[in-house]
């Protein structure tokens, strides 16, 4: 089966800029989760969707947002971006009620540059 | 709210010794527990998890982890390290309808 896709892989904006990173899940998986890795500072989690729905959000400004499609894809957007901005940011899928036994699949991240 | 520790960023071991990565957790309902690797610009790889089956839990390339209520731990061995074990390792739990939290990491160096 297909993975988790993101797109891009890299991206290079200009601070004050908006960036959008887009995420697929494998099939099947309804649940979307968006985490942020700084060097240095480990998975920050960012946002949870789930049949559509934001179920949660980690302690981030609302410059960072995001949704989910019918077809359970996602994205990130990223408002207004700062220098501080820059890093990996990784999209994770699960299936429909199964974190605690299936735990998450991760795509290999989109690679967010600010300048 | 749940948090994970991972004692130590960085771990260095010889070529074909113990590897030994450390984690507690901190909550008092036993979560469940999960560790990934992450090879240079890449993703996060599941190694193994405990969902409370079994205490002693085998994973992906030799790895296991024993889940020790007592100690709130649950730290990851493999008998003998291999160059291509150099990575960053995290631990993390889930507990309740929260997302999974993650401990900082720890990056293992394999020395020949």
């Known amino acids: 089966e297909a993975g988790v896709t993101q797109s891009p892989t890299h991206l290079i904006k200009t601070r004050g800029q908006q960036a959008t990173l887009r995420c697929s899940p494998i099939?099947?998986?309804?649940?979307v989760y968006w985490y942020q890795q700084a060097l240095g500072l480990g998975l920050q989690f960012l946002l949870w969707?789930?049949?559509?729905?934001?179920?949660n959000r980690g302690n981030f400004p609302p410059r960072f947002s995001g949704r989910q499609f019918p077809n359970y894809s996602s994205e990130l957007n990223v408002n207004a971006l700062e220098l501080e901005d820059s890093a990996l940011y990784l999209c994770?899928?699960?299936?429909?009620?199964?974190?605690?036994?299936?735990?998450?699949?991760f795509g290999s991240g989109t690679r967010l540059t600010v300048v | 709210a749940q948090s994970v520790t991972q004692l130590g960023s960085h771990v260095s071991v010889s070529e074909g010794a113990l590897v030994l990565l450390r984690c507690n957790y901190s909550?008092?309902?036993?979560?469940?527990l999960f560790w990934y690797v992450q090879y240079p610009n890449q993703g996060l790889q599941l190694l193994l998890k405990?969902?409370?089956?079994?205490?002693l839990v085998k994973g992906i390339n030799g790895f296991e982890a024993e889940f020790k209520k007592s100690e709130t731990s649950f730290h990851l061995t493999k008998p003998s390290a291999h160059m291509s074990d150099a990575a960053e390792y995290f631990c993390?739990?889930?507990?309740?309808?929260?997302?999974?939290?993650f401990g900082k990491g720890t990056r293992l160096s394999v020395i020949a």
């Open positions: 994770a899928s699960s299936p429909p009620g199964q974190q605690a036994n299936y735990g998450y699949t």
């Open positions: 099939s099947g998986h309804t649940s």
């Open positions: 969707y789930d049949e559509g729905e934001e179920r």
């Open positions: 909550s008092s309902v036993p979560p469940y």
């Open positions: 405990y969902t409370s089956a079994a205490t």
């Open positions: 993390a739990a889930y507990s309740g309808n929260t997302p999974l939290v």
